[in-house]
């Protein structure tokens, strides 16, 4: 029996080891950057154009001047409806958005089955969005025309968590929507990053994702040392306060918008 207890504690820890690696490997971060979906403010009629990721230097050189970016850490499920608006809505404001695709990766395990609003079934997936996340603005650092002091990290579900605690390359400011920051696991609990840095969070009231006690709150309760945190809980109208994406709505996209201009220096 301890001879198969040790086999078993060993076959573990081989596992965590590599799963670890795979989270940072830089040929599978390099994937998720290379299927980037990626969104360039534009003065045509929609205000913005998708670009592919490998095109963004001879885009961005060819601005007339440097523009601030966002880069998005999508939910579990990767990207959808949100993620094109969100990028849209963005990049109209005249910021360059960069969406790393998790799902890219050659390995990438199942964290969650939507229809059925069940997450937490890869604890570890946490480690590997952060990688994603640290890759990516990494990558942009070495862009030509980008802000150096105008760079802000945004998720949504998953991707919320990811912002909200991510603590690798310094940001301007970070949003997470769809999020408590309430949870059983520690690393998933509460906020990273330095205090002093602008936060703002989205939450409804009645998410449905999170109705477990576990997670039940909002951002909020860790904000007492944050300066330049808001937590928004959003509880009318009735709709919106049970949804899990909240900047469909027009009036969420402003507070957004907000956010990202008041914290953007002129």
């Known amino acids: 029996m301890f001879r198969t207890a040790l086999l078993s504690l060993l076959l573990i820890t081989l596992w965590t080891a590599s799963a670890h690696g795979q989270a940072k490997d830089p040929v599978e971060l390099e994937r998720t950057w290379q299927a980037s979906w990626v969104f360039l403010p534009a003065d045509d009629a929609d205000g913005y154009e998708r670009i592919a990721t490998v095109d963004l230097p001879d885009k961005l050189a060819a601005l007339p001047k440097a523009i601030p970016a966002v880069v998005y850490a999508h ?19 005249g910021y360059l958005v960069v969406m790393p695709d998790g799902f890219a990766r050659e390995n990438k395990p199942t964290s969650c089955i939507p229809a059925q609003r069940r997450g937490a079934l890869h604890r ?6 952060q990688a994603e996340m640290g890759y990516a603005l990494a990558k942009l650092k070495d862009l030509p025309q980008l802000r150096e002091d105008a760079t802000f990290l945004m998720g949504h579900s998953e991707g919320g ?17 769809g999020w408590t920051c309430h949870a059983g696991w520690p690393e998933y609990h509460g906020l990273k990053g330095p205090e002093e840095e602008p936060l703002l969070s989205l939450v409804a009231v009645d998410d449905p994702w999170f ?3 576990s997670l039940q709150g909002d951002c909020g309760a860790f ?10 809980v959003v509880s009318q109208p009735p709709a919106l306060a049970k949804a899990h994406w909240l900047t469909k709505d027009a009036g969420i996209r402003a507070e957004v918008i907000d956010f990202l201009q008041r914290h953007t220096p002129n």
Do not use: D, K, Y
């Open 161 to 177: 968590i990811t912002a909200a605690t991510f603590a690798g390359i310094p940001v301007t400011g970070r949003i997470v929507e």
């Open 75 to 93: 939910g579990c499920a990767g990207h959808w409806q949100a993620s094109g608006v969100t990028g849209a809505f963005l990049a109209e404001a």
């Open 223 to 232: 904000m007492e040392n944050r300066p330049e945190a808001r937590s928004l």
């Open 124 to 129: 570890e997936v946490l480690g590997w969005r």
């Open 211 to 213: 109705q477990h006690p």
